[in-house]
């Protein structure tokens, strides 16, 4: 564990409040210019790392586009649950955002096979972004041969972070190498008396924690089968990743259902969990809250796997200022960009030529972890499955975790959600 052996340290909204989210997007950020083109940018960026790594953004879009005004439409809700929400009902009324973030791969297919979204190829080639993009993303990004989003970073799902301090405590000096040696870990913290030996929230992050087991279960290759056919749903090794998963979220807090991830974060900061399975976006929020003792490891078993997603950015079909636009998204896809957004906000750069000057520690580590490691993709973000696939999925791990209890009946939902999606896609 890296510090502990000596090494290097470190909301959920009703549906019903959809309205009330509306008339908040609205809002603007940045001083009020009646002589500047307002762009409006639609995200789910609204606290700690990753609204600071917006703020450097938009800093270097005020530098970049004079004659411009940023307008902020952040909503707030974990990966972007409540937001999608909004965002749907104001295509649905044609009423658009200049921008709107989404997650890079199968996430964005739903809004290019509506036709929200407008073909960025062209821009591609006069931003030379074919050369500053891993292939492999560029092939990830490109449907029918044209590419509609600018990916402003990436970022690694299968993380582990924790508090030295209460590990210590327990007698934890090292890090678990095995789903067995972990569940044993959270065992000694469970009789240490820690509340919530391993923090968890709502559905997206248990998503998180299951796809986490079922890489290590799997493999990466068979993992990533899981959502294009190749491996089934119904096989023995997704049971006993799912048996893993259920013993993982016992000694997880009784309210999981009813908290964000910073709110199970909290658990973590403020000694009352041990463990918390999240993004690297933890890495920038656990500093901005004022806790950079934290440590890190990638979830035990998972080896080289990098499961990664990316956030992006589109250039919406009817938006108000597409010049403006344009603009906003040439600085997204900027060296200088990137390094001032991810240097914020936790992730690493989606550009291999970006300076690293003012990284963490983690996101270094990250940076050449990226560059050997085995990339997988994640439907808890987007990159490995549809919006209406990972609904499925998270309504089915919101029944087993709030009502029924059953790995048969999870295992079921998530064979059915498999074999509606798959056809589909």
Not at 367 to 386: F, L, N, R
Request: glycine share 8%; net charge negative.
């Amino acid at each position: 564990m890296r510090g502990l052996a000596g090494r290097r340290t470190r909301r959920a909204l009703a549906a019903a409040g959809v309205v009330l989210l509306l008339a908040a997007s609205a809002c603007t950020g940045g001083d009020d210019d009646p002589e500047a083109a307002r762009v409006e940018v639609f995200t789910w960026w609204a606290e700690g790392g990753e609204k600071a790594g917006m703020d450097a953004l938009v800093s270097r879009f005020t530098a970049d586009c004079a004659g411009q005004q940023f307008t902020d439409a952040a909503v707030a809700g974990g990966a972007g649950i409540n937001a999608k929400q909004v965002l749907t009902a104001r295509l649905a009324q044609n009423d658009p955002p200049d921008t709107f973030q989404a997650h890079a791969g199968a996430e964005l297919t739903d809004y290019i096979d509506a036709g929200r979204v407008e073909d960025l190829t062209g821009e591609y080639d006069e931003w030379g972004l074919r050369d500053a993009l891993p292939q492999g993303l560029i092939d990830d990004l490109t449907v029918d041969g044209k590419i509609y989003s600018i990916p402003a970073n990436v970022h690694r799902a299968n993380v582990v972070w924790s508090n030295p301090q209460v590990l210590s405590e327990a007698g934890i000096h090292a890090e678990p190498k095995t789903i067995t040696a972990f569940l044993g870990d959270l065992e000694k913290l469970r009789k240490a008396g820690i509340e919530a030996p391993l923090a968890l929230g709502r559905d997206w992050t248990q998503l998180m924690l299951l796809e986490a087991v079922l890489i290590t279960k799997l493999g990466a290759e068979r993992f990533a089968g899981l959502f294009t056919g190749a491996t089934s749903w119904n096989s023995s090794a997704v049971s006993a990743g799912i048996r893993d998963f259920d013993k993982l979220v016992k000694y997880s807090n009784a309210d999981r259902d009813s908290m964000d991830w910073p709110d199970a974060e909290r658990l973590l900061i403020d000694g009352r969990a041990g463990y918390q399975l999240m993004g690297d976006w933890e890495a920038a929020d656990l500093t901005a809250k004022g806790f950079p003792a934290y440590d890190w490891f990638t979830f035990p078993g998972n080896g080289d796997a990098f499961q990664w997603l990316a956030d992006s950015f589109v250039l919406a079909t009817g938006a108000p200022n597409p010049d403006g636009t344009k603009c906003w998204l040439s600085t997204v896809a900027s060296a200088e960009g990137q390094r001032a957004f991810n240097a914020a906000k936790g992730s690493i750069p989606a550009r291999t030529d970006t300076p690293t000057d003012g990284f963490s520690a983690y996101q270094l580590a990250a940076v050449e972890d990226w560059k050997a490691a085995t990339p997988v993709p994640s439907c808890a973000h987007g990159s490995a499955c549809s919006q209406a696939w990972q609904n499925a999925v998270n309504t089915a791990l919101s029944a087993y975790s709030t009502t029924h209890h059953s790995v048969v009946a999870l295992q079921k939902a998530l064979a059915a959600a498999a074999t509606q999606f798959v056809k589909q896609e």
